[in-house]
Each structure stands twice: as structure tokens, then as C-alpha cells.
């Protein structure tokens, strides 16, 4: 099986693939959207959740989201179709670091993705040739909450903590407006979500080939997780606004 379909299972009952739940998420899009007529940006969207829960309740939003996956996408638009907002949605295919756009946004939104632009500051200039003047980035990042083992290390990279992670995002000419730590409860959920339902396939379909495979990566994880970096590794998540030079 290979790693989309995985990801797609692991992210079944938690389509939002990063450590927030609903009413943070909520929030977090409040923030970013104060008016509700904006327009967004989304780089590295997946399946598009964000700008599809920014769309259902904004009906004068319009959207646009990069990805690399194509089946992700092709899950955007058919969940698109169903809530009624295609017409408000413009998908892309390629790669969020390449994509140009002729039009700025007043939302850039990179939750969980810095990795496809090579960090935090790589990812927020990214999004600062996106941004149209007073417009907002809304952007999550993780972070060592605790000193981290090597093995944690080598699995999320070289993060800072939240205070030395706020001092980067500011020295490079940002002012978060707002923020959220995904709290000890979030982070726990997403884990269980994500390894809980990969298991679950596997336990359904016995008689699939890739059913033995599969039950065996929830377990690695899991182990990953509980043993390597659940008590390490933090997540934020900032809505930001250009400070002026």
C-alpha cells in the first residue's frame, strides 16, 4: 500500500492533519478571516480541509489550494461538489514551493507543511510573495516542548522551542495577532486518530494482502510515538500580520 492511501486511512477520523481540534480550528480561521470575503491561499493543502471549513461558512470567500497529491486534490473536489463551494475553489497541482500566482491573497495558509518549502523561514517567505498588503499568514509549525532524544531529533529535525520559534517568526518581520499551542489533549487525540484508525482497517479487512503491512505500521507508529516523542514534541500555530519596516 503506498504511503497516500496510509496517510488517507490514518487521517480518516481526523481529516484536519495536525494536532487541533474543531473549535481550534475554528478559532484559528476566525483569526485569519476577520472579514469572511477574503481571498486564500492555501500551500501544501492535501485534501483541502482548511479552506473547505472556511468556505462552508463564508459564502463570499473564494480559495485556491497547491498540492503535489493528486488524489488529494481529486478528494478536495469531490467533497467540494458535496458542500456546494466548487465554484469558490480553485485546486492546483504542483509543487507549493513553484506555484505563482498573478493575484495576492489576504489569507496564506501552511498549517503542518513547512517541510515541503525546508523550514519555518523558507515557508513564511513563500507565503510573503503570496500575501497582498495587510493581509494575514496563518501557518503551524512544531517545536521541542522538552529536550528532545537523537531519535526525535531525526524524525522532526532540527525545531527550536516555542519561545526561541516566536523570536524567529518576529525577527523576520512578523507580528503574530494571534496563536495557539495544541494542548497535551489535541496532540494525544491526533496520535490516537491516526494509528487507532490505520489499525482499524486492518482489523476490518483481514483478507486484504496489504492488511498484515499495514496493522504492523499503526503499531510502529504508535510505539514512535508513545516512546520517541510524545512528551518532547509541541505544536503552534500562528496567524501573523506584516510588521511595519
Excluded at 20 to 27: E, F, I, P
Excluded at 56 to 73: K, M
Excluded at 121 to 148: C, M, N, Q, S
Excluded at 215 to 231: I, N, P
Amino acid at each position: 500500500m503506498n504511503r497516500e492511501r496510509i496517510s488517507r486511512i490514518a487521517h480518516s477520523a481526523h481529516p484536519i492533519k495536525s494536532p487541533l481540534d474543531d473549535a481550534s480550528v475554528h478559532q484559528l480561521l476566525e483569526r485569519g478571516l476577520p472579514r469572511g470575503d477574503e481571498r486564500v491561499l492555501d500551500l501544501g493543502c492535501g485534501s483541502a480541509e482548511w479552506l473547505l471549513r472556511a468556505l462552508a461558512t463564508r459564502p463570499d470567500l473564494h480559495a485556491e489550494g497547491v498540492d503535489i497529491s493528486e488524489d488529494a486534490l481529486a478528494q478536495a473536489g469531490l467533497e467540494a461538489d458535496r458542500l456546494g463551494v466548487e465554484e469558490r475553489l480553485v485546486l492546483h497541482h504542483g509543487s507549493a514551493a513553484d506555484f505563482a500566482s498573478p493575484h495576492p491573497f489576504d489569507l496564506v495558509v501552511s498549517v503542518g507543511a513547512t517541510h515541503a518549502f525546508g523550514g519555518l523561514l523558507p515557508t513564511l517567505a513563500a507565503a510573503r510573495e503570496h500575501l497582498a498588503p495587510g493581509g494575514r499568514v496563518l501557518i503551524g509549525e512544531g517545536f521541542w516542548d522538552r529536550p528532545p532524544s537523537p531519535e526525535a531529533v531525526e524524525m522532526f529535525g532540527d525545531l527550536a522551542d516555542l519561545a526561541t520559534t516566536v523570536d524567529l517568526v518576529v525577527a523576520d518581520g512578523w507580528t503574530p495577532v494571534h496563536g495557539h499551542v495544541s494542548t497535551r489533549a489535541e496532540r494525544d487525540a491526533y496520535e490516537w486518530a491516526c494509528w487507532g484508525s490505520l489499525a482499524a482497517w486492518a482489523l476490518d479487512h483481514p483478507a486484504d494482502p496489504d492488511s498484515g503491512h499495514v496493522l504492523a505500521t499503526a503499531g510502529a507508529r504508535r510505539t514512535e510515538w508513545l516512546r520517541t516523542y510524545r512528551d518532547t514534541w509541541g505544536f503552534v500555530s500562528l496567524v501573523l500580520r506584516r510588521t511595519p519596516n
